[in-house]
């Protein structure tokens, strides 16, 4: 197909070339919904034949039907370029000297117009052409890790990050942010806080909800405040630094064990679960919001521990679940397992047979709770003991994906399950709490006067 037409077919190729209108041109459409002025954008492989795609002068794309088009017409003409040019970052000997560690994800991404899908696509060097203003609080060296989305990231990429960042330490480096997809960035977060214990640094990743070419991205936003962290603040610990409300006022640093993203498009996706957040991040300051924190140190000792076992799984248990679930995983040769249960720690009595047989095949056994916020609690109910005594282990109130990690993390290093058990159960990075805060849990709940009343006069 023509370069004129890229990725049209069908009804809708038949418009552009009815109008003599080619992708990449300025064009006015008249349709019976209206007038539209913006730029025909090429189409995506598999998308449908009934639309044009145009790219308005606010940023933002839309469809147009082509069967409600009435008079189209061009009026000038400019392909876009959408790859962002590397620069040199500039080097200053009074600012702190930060590493950048790029992974992939959406803050290091651009969107493929032929694919319409959202590619690993920038370097570290090219989010310096993105965002200037970096130069402005540090100087920044960068490493291309991994090109991979953030669901493709697994045990291999969490060692091979850590003794980076070990090495970075050693030699000096003042701070580390690491750009990641925020769709496991809670998972990568968790693994990074055992591997990594006793930082002199902070150790700050940053991702984006919206990818770079749209306006209401908040990836520049994100990079001034994870440099802002890495730079200036004196907590020294993995953390994840994201939009705090979905405006534009501050960041939130989440440490890397109680946070978990909470929305799948919200920039303000990421929230700190049964605590409350490390410090609130804007451009020119850091506010604390508490002190029991590994603080900044001048030396550089850090403690890696580049350990997992892959053979471990999460179950998220459900009403009516078999047995065979459990069963299957025993038979593939799963060492751990962390279930999800419901309430204070349960599931159905029929699953019992199969923990038994788990228990007694030496696969360790883990609650959580589903319910994210809250502890196991599994003394209460005759479900809870009788799981007990059947070997399940309650795990405080680590959330799930914590819990799965630290026991991948913890069966890495021993096959013993006594001091697996010893492990997991003693705090190493705040995944487990003594008690959570009054202010660790709040839902504002839509449709609640006090609630509706509270937002307008604030924001969410």
Known sequence: ??????????????????????????????????????????????????????????????????DTIEQMHQVGYKEAHYKIPEKEFPFSP??????????GGTIASRLDYRTGAVIPAFTPGELYGAVPELADICNLSTEKLFS????????????????????????????????????????????????????????????????SDRPSSDAALNLI??????????????????????SDEYALLHRGTRVRKMHSSYRSTFRTVGDIPLAMVQRDKITPFRNDYHHRRK?????????????????????????????ALVEKGYKGIVIAGTGLGHVNKPVYPAIERAVKAGVAIYMTVQTLWGYVHMFVYETGRDLIAKGVIPAENMLPEVAYVKLGWALGQTDDLEEVKKIMLTGVCGEITEREPYNGYLIFQGGIPEIEEFLKKVHK
């Open 1 to 66: 197909m023509s370069d004129a037409f890229k990725g049209y077919k069908g009804r809708a190729l038949e418009t552009l070339k009815k109008f003599n209108v080619r992708v990449w041109s300025e064009t006015h459409i008249q349709s019976r919904r209206g007038a539209f002025k913006g730029i025909i954008l090429p189409r995506a492989e598999n998308d449908d034949d009934r639309h044009l795609v145009l790219k308005l002068a606010n940023g933002y794309n839309v469809g147009v039907a082509v």
């Open 94 to 103: 009074a600012k702190p000297n930060i590493k950048l560690f790029g992974t």
């Open 148 to 211: 991979v989305f953030s669901e493709n990231m697994g045990s291999a990429e969490y060692i091979t990050l850590a003794k980076a960042i070990g090495a970075e330490i050693e030699k000096g480096i003042d701070g580390i942010i690491i750009g990641h997809g925020t769709d496991t960035m809670h998972h990568t977060a968790g693994a990074l806080a055992f591997m990594i214990q006793n930082s002199p640094v902070p150790i700050v990743m940053v991702g984006s909800q919206r990818s």
């Open 225 to 246: 405040h994870a440099a802002t962290a890495a730079c200036r603040s004196d907590i020294a610990e993995v953390m994840v630094c994201m939009f705090g409300p979905t």
């Open 299 to 327: 030396d550089r000792k850090v403690d890696i521990y580049p350990y997992f076992e892959e053979r471990v799984t999460m179950v998220y248990y459900y009403p009516n679940m078999h047995p065979d679930i459990i069963d």
